[in-house]
């Protein structure tokens, strides 16, 4: 072999090894993306089963009539309330991380579709009456300004979906691990 045939190998084969770390790289990205997502939708998980946001759920459920009336708002405890606005607060930050394409868009729809079915037009109305408490307290609040504007993003994309037509248990119910 004489010199020239070996530099032309040398450079084959150190085109090959940055072709194979290339690819070993783009491997390692995709993969890291795919933990990121699991991780990011455990948390969302534990954040949807907290017993402060399942409160806050039950009340918006049972106790949060849909013509209530700031009035009526007052009688409500300070944890109730509390509790309420754990879940907008929930909810917001996962639109601010749905939008910032931290989360997937289709595992919070998972989540949240049905809980915009079952609570998305009081929640609307929470949102509306502590909008209304703010302005209310806050001299300086501004109009473009509001409070909870990334929760009711969230629920008009759930909105936008189809409707859940078939539920989950049903429609994956010949799914084996």
Not at 22 to 39: D, N, P, S, W
């Amino acid at each position: 072999m004489n010199l020239e045939n070996a530099a032309n190998l040398g450079d084959l084969l150190g085109g090959m090894a940055i072709l194979g770390t290339l690819i070993f790289g783009v491997r390692q990205i995709v993969e890291l993306k795919k933990t990121k997502e699991k991780e990011a939708a455990r948390e969302l998980a534990n954040i949807f089963s907290s017993p402060m946001y399942q409160t806050g759920m039950s009340l918006f459920l049972n106790k949060f009539p849909d013509d209530i009336t700031m009035e009526d708002a007052a009688n409500f405890t300070r944890s109730e309330l509390d509790a309420m606005s754990y879940t907008a607060y929930n909810i917001n930050s996962v639109a601010i991380m749905t939008f910032g394409r931290q989360l997937s868009f289709t595992t919070v729809a998972k989540f949240m579709q049905p809980v915009n079915i079952i609570i998305g037009k009081r929640l609307r109305i929470f949102i509306a009456l502590v909008r209304e408490n703010a302005k209310l307290r806050i001299e300086m609040m501004q109009d473009d300004y509001e409070i909870f504007d990334w929760t009711i993003w969230l629920l008009d994309r759930m909105d936008e979906l189809p409707p859940i037509e078939t539920p989950a248990n049903i429609l994956y119910s010949d799914w084996k691990p």
